[in-house]
């Protein structure tokens, strides 16, 4: 979900008008992928790179991750099972504790699989896969692709499909390495408060027209 920054600059506003503009617009965006009979949503808020960012702007995004969390009700009605990926260890104690409330509150929903990656960073993911087979005593020969899968945060769920990056910057920035081997992209120039259901559509009518190979012909 990038570029809110940049957004709140070209209204001369401060960087956290553009996380309150950007907030909005992930709360429709999840929304509307759960009508539209979506299984899964996994969205990057905060990676393991953003505590770099001024302390002002980190403490002004978990705010704002607080204020979505308080509202857990928000859910219930919607059938949208959330999931937070990511390590917790250095959230605030209760953020971690409002979130773990949210992923039972809405464990038994069927909807959209909501995924909200927080202090998320695929090469933090990995390295604590590893760092836990370790611990588990495999030995090389048990270590396959699957045992992998199985020790990141996403356990259990399929790879991402599609991929959609705004704001106009070309790279991965650390998201989901492992999972989206075969993933599709999407880049677009549109800043992520101006995404709208509109750019999902036409993201989505682009991929129904990919060729996907997987690697065959
Ligand atoms: C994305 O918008 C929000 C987070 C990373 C939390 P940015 O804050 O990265 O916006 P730009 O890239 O500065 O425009
Ligand atoms: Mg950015």
Known sequence: ???NGRWAKKRSLPRSAGHV???KTFKNIARYCNKIGLKYLTV???STENWKRPEDEVKNIMNLLRDYLKDA???KDENIRVNFIGDRTP???DIKALMEKNEKASANATGLTLNIAINYGGRDEITTAVKNIIKSGLKP???TEQVISDNLYTKGMPDPDFIIRPSGEYRLSNYLIWQSAYAEYWFS???WP???????EKAIDDYNHRNRRFGGV
């Open 91 to 93: 959230l605030d104690d």
């Open 141 to 143: 020969e048990d270590i």
């Open 44 to 46: 990057y808020a905060f």
């Open 194 to 200: 101006d995404f709208t259901e509109k750019h999902l």
């Open 189 to 191: 120039d549109i800043l």
């Open 21 to 23: 503009a950007g907030a």
């Open 73 to 75: 009700e928000n859910f």
């Open 1 to 3: 979900m990038d570029g």
